[in-house]
């Protein structure tokens, strides 16, 4: 028994002998290749710049999301609602019609962008892919609707609706609804104010246009003025005349709870 019993220690000793050789064979060929290569340990301030950069990248990412949603909500409470019978004959087609589908598809982005970041953060990997997404959904829509509430979907629709030439072309549905002066709805600049409740306008196919009608109540989310865009509801009396009825703000109205956010005309 107790020769059994020497022979397993023996066994045990060469065992954790050839380990140990593995082990010290592994080290030293590691160590062989970083004295051949010139390896440097990293100071410990690129690992700490590096997990700062990320958190940045993370941070500004969620930003954007979050921007985006505030813009997402003013353009859907600036959707022309009452409009949808004219547009498409059914809300649903409208809904799908009008969809924000350019924020929408910045939102997804800038929130995977996000996620991406954070989860390669020191401390990311502790959270769950589900916990992660939901998380970064849930915080950049409340973010956005604070954003939202100070008026920052609206200013950011109007300076890219002013500032992009491309920016109205990927919100098509503007054109689809505003360029349709047969249907009575058209949009475009005003070009000059001629008084007693006429004035010329450029409509979206640089068409110039004679609009007639008379300011009965106003509104200052309305810019009734040169050079800005405008959104008008009323009927065509020829092909270059058009009897204007209301009057809407291009972008939408530039706070959440606006009243009103039109501006009405008579003839």
Known sequence: MEKKN????????????????GVNDISREAFDEIKEKHIKPKPKWE????????????????????LAVAVIIHMTSNNDWDLYDKVSGNLLSFIFATLPYFWLILLAAFIALAFYNFKHTKSGYRFSLRLLVAGSILASVFLGIFFYSVGLGWTID???????????RLIFHRRM??????????????ISDLGGGEFSLKDLDDKIWMMHGQISSTTPWVPFAEHEMIKIIGEPMDDFNFRVREVRPWPGCGSPDP?????????
């Open 158 to 168: 109007k300076v890219f609706s002013e500032r992009l030439p491309f920016y109205d």
């Open 47 to 66: 690992f700490i710049l590096k997990e700062y950069v990320i958190w940045v990248f993370a941070g500004a990412s969620f930003l954007v999301g979050s």
């Open 6 to 21: 020497n022979e397993i220690s023996n066994e045990v000793e060469r065992e954790n002998k050839k380990i140990f050789n």
């Open 259 to 267: 009243a009103p956010c039109s501006m009405m005309f008579h003839p």
């Open 177 to 190: 609804i505003w360029d349709n002066p047969g249907r009575g709805m058209m949009a475009g600049r005003i």
